[in-house]
């Protein structure tokens, strides 16, 4: 098995720039934390690691005689 130089220059690469594995690793992970917090397809990447819900939950409803006096 021979050895080329393009192949000796990506491991130069890799051995060089590191941070960006663990950049792609990092946010993988993150990936994988919204598709357990929001379900496969719910949510959308807003940036920076981080990830909202395609759809808001709904908020719940006050009793209908909430604070009445009478």
Do not use: C, R
């Not at 130089?5 to 720039?17: H, K, M, N, Q, T």
């Not at 917090?37 to 939950?57: D, I, R, S, T, W």
């Amino acid at each position: 098995m021979t050895v080329k130089g393009s192949d000796v220059l990506l491991i130069i690469v890799a051995i060089l720039f590191p941070p960006g594995h663990i950049h792609a690793f990092w946010l993988i992970y993150k990936k994988m934390k919204a598709e357990e917090k929001y379900g496969v397809g719910g949510y959308h990447y807003v940036g920076n690691g981080e990830y909202q819900p395609v759809y808001a939950a709904p908020q719940p409803q006050q009793p209908i005689h909430y604070g009445a006096t009478a």
